[in-house]
């Protein structure tokens, strides 16, 4: 998925919820900070979304947008209509949002989850797929170690879940260099 994409989806999302804003999840968020972000960091086909507005409409999107969808038969990628339960993120996340809103989003706004947040929020699912999104972003300087800890500790999971995220955090900076 690129920024255009991206920007496509936000567009899409808006028209079939009949919102004008929608919080974007999942890893093309990073998109909203990072529009040039690495390749590595862009391999997902979906953009998952949910109206801030009219929550209710996400299966709509789901419908309309969603995986093997004409929407995505025809431009290659699609918009998955999820629900705010489906994300574990630290406190504070809605003050740190990424606005995303120009002529190719036709004005709608795309808040999208700050890296810091995304990466946490990563990392409590600790998919190996996961892992890897968070150490591109460790590499690649997108994210900041002790920042990253510090939202960690702002997750919403038990202290046990807490240290150990906190641990493979700072042994994969190390190893990193």
């Keep these: 998925m690129t920024r255009d994409d991206l920007e496509h989806a936000i567009r899409a999302a ?8 929608v919080y974007v999840f999942g890893s093309q968020a990073i998109l909203g900070q990072y529009p040039d972000a690495p390749a590595a960091l862009c391999q997902s086909p979906d953009a998952d979304v949910m109206p801030k507005n ?3 409409r996400a299966d709509d999107i789901d419908g309309a947008l969603g995986e093997l969808s004409m929407f ?30 120009n ?14 947040d995304l990466a946490a929020s990563k990392l409590v699912a600790f998919r190996e797929k996961d892992r890897n999104f968070v150490r591109v972003l460790l590499t690649e300087d997108l994210v900041d170690e002790r920042t990253l800890v510090a939202r960690i500790r702002s997750l919403g999971i038990h202290q046990a879940d807490q ?12 190893e990193l260099g």
Excluded: M
């Design 14 to 21: 808006c028209d079939v919820a009949g919102d004008t804003e």
């Design 54 to 56: 009219r929550p209710e």
């Design 72 to 101: 995505h038969q025809t431009f290659g990628f699609y918009v998955h209509g999820v629900s705010l339960e489906i994300a574990v993120l630290p406190d504070g996340w809605k003050n740190r949002l990424i606005r995303v809103q």
């Design 103 to 116: 002529q190719n989003t036709r004005q709608c706004i795309g808040w999208c989850v700050e890296g810091h």
């Design 163 to 174: 240290e150990r995220l906190t641990i493979w955090v700072t042994t994969t900076c190390r």
